[in-house]
């Protein structure tokens, strides 16, 4: 672990906290723009420009117990997969909410290895179906079909526009709600998350959102969600939800730090959500 700065109102020590912030300034496999490497320290900046007390919730930040460790070292791909798998498995173990600032999204399949019995929901521009990219099983582009490999009680994601046609041929492609679908009938969104059972892991790609108001992404795709479709998300699965990354942040391409903002906003918002009903 490095020296860093830490995430508004990080203040509990690891024992006695709740949430655990971890960065991972992962950006090995990126294909088109890299520079997700600065997002954690981006987003924990960002952290700060907000108010703590988050009327919706009826709580303030700082009354939730989080701590910050600091970022993972990831030169190296090998040795950084086995600390993102290491520091997972004591997160969950101590019965912690992880949630992982990227880093690119070829990182979650290595969280949710160390999990047990979850449903997982992606939220993504991006199907992430190919079994393989640019000769990588670990690629940005692979991330859901190494997770569906995974001993999983189910996946779905949300938020789609863009899908190769071998992927969309594939018998076994996994259930997706578009980006379109969600425009013409938010309703049908709001049901599906309603439906999923059990304890449920969330692993938001900053490109789920339109590229107007997440610019700073590596892969950017028009018709994406708008910010307040999540946050509705949120406030009905909160109380499902067992832990979380937030991936393919890019500060190299964001504009205005509008993407390190909703970023570390959103993280305000799983924090306040859940909280607010677990206690
Ligand atoms: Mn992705
Ligand atoms: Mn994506």
Redesign the pocket.
Known sequence: MNEYLRFASSSSDYSSSEYVIVGVPFDLTSSYRAGTAAAPDGIRKASYGFEPYMFDYGLSLSECRIHDMGDIECDDQDIAREHIRKTAKTLFSDEKFPIFIGGE?SITPHIISQSKDIYVLIL???L?YRDTYEGNINS?AT?SRRVSELEIQGMKIFGVR?ISQSEMESDDKPDFISSYDIHEDGGELLKMAKELKGDVYLSI????FDPSYAPG???P?PYGLAPIHCKRLLNLISHKLVGLDIV?TNPRYDSGEITVNLAARLIYDVIGARSSIVG
């Open positions: 999204h993504d521009a991006h992430d940005h991330v863009s790609d900053m490109d789920v992404v590596g892969n795709e393919e």
